[in-house]
Nanobody, 122 residues
């Protein structure tokens, strides 16, 4: 079992930046591909970014590529999402999740955090 806890969400103005963190309470953290998803009000949960076990390979949704950066520190059992140039439409609950494979598919992630709210004002 892996417990994931997100932090770093909050209120930011359009064009601003936030850094989200996801801490895992497991020494096996490095075994998992980690992903970030988000769910806006009234919408489906969508893929944002993922990072492989080594941290070398990353994937991004087209809408965030160039503005968001996913990274991980296996020594700290933590994955990060650095978000820049935020837009109001990116207001959502952001979730981190763990998978055994590199994937963008929500159902293939085994463990999920509780989510952290990100609100982007205009």
């Amino acid at each position: 079992q892996v417990q994931l806890v997100e932090s770093g969400g909050g209120l930011v103005q359009a064009g601003g930046s936030l850094r989200l963190s996801c801490a895992a309470s497991a020494s096996t953290f490095s075994m998992y591909v980690m992903g970030w998803f988000r769910q806006a009000p009234g919408k489906e949960r969508e893929f944002v970014a993922s990072i492989t076990r080594s941290g070398i390979l990353t994937s991004y949704a087209g809408s965030v590529q160039g503005r968001f950066t996913i990274s991980r520190d296996n020594a700290k059992n933590t994955v990060y999402l650095q978000m820049s140039s935020l837009k109001p439409e990116e207001t959502a609950v952001y979730y981190c999740a763990a998978s055994n494979t590199r994937t963008r598919t929500l159902s293939e992630y085994i463990y999920w955090g509780q989510g952290t709210q990100v609100t982007v004002s205009s």
